[in-house]
């Protein structure tokens, strides 16, 4: 077989293209290598870092709590329960108690009323003020004309005056 000068050509730039193919996909696995590696060391700056200011906060819980114990042994004297200051039960609660004395203020009640629909009513809603319903029914001779973005307007531009009802 006889290589003429262009097949020894096609070869040989064959053959760099593979050994450049082959370099490449070397250097990608080492780039993706030190990638993951550099991922894996902020991950752990990252715990480092997070751990680090627990321990600055547990620090300073502590230095409170020796600074309030200080202050409480020399300004306010508080001391820890003790077992003796806890109740068993319901019992020895109920014997804390006092009768209630002459001078004491009436318990708190709290009103109750029938609930809607036990008797199959609903309570009508009524104003306050005119003692009519706040509901009532439109009147039926026409009087009342349809709302409208102009009716309301108008509506809504002046004042009623009406009679308060004396009680």
Not at 67 to 95: C, I
């Amino acid at each position: 077989m006889n290589l003429t000068r262009d097949r020894l050509r096609q070869v040989g730039w064959a053959a760099v293209l593979a050994t450049c193919f082959t370099f490449t996909v070397i250097l990608t696995f080492k780039v993706n290598a030190v990638k993951s590696q550099v991922r894996l060391t902020e991950r752990q700056i990252v715990a480092v870092k997070q751990q680090k200011l627990f321990l600055e906060t547990e620090f300073e819980a502590r230095a409170n709590q020796q600074q309030l114990k200080s202050l409480n042994d020399v300004e306010f004297g508080y001391q820890a329960p003790t077992a003796g200051q806890y109740l068993e039960g319901e019992r020895q609660l109920a014997g804390l108690g006092k009768a209630r004395a002459a001078d004491a203020p009436d318990p708190i009640r709290v009103a109750s009323a029938a609930q809607p629909g036990e008797d199959g009513t609903i309570p009508a809603m009524v104003s306050p003020l005119t003692g009519k319903a706040m509901a009532a029914e439109a009147p039926r001779d026409g009087a009342r004309k349809p709302t409208t973005a102009a009716t309301l307007g108008d509506r809504l531009s002046h004042v009623e005056q009406r009679e308060a009802r004396q009680q």
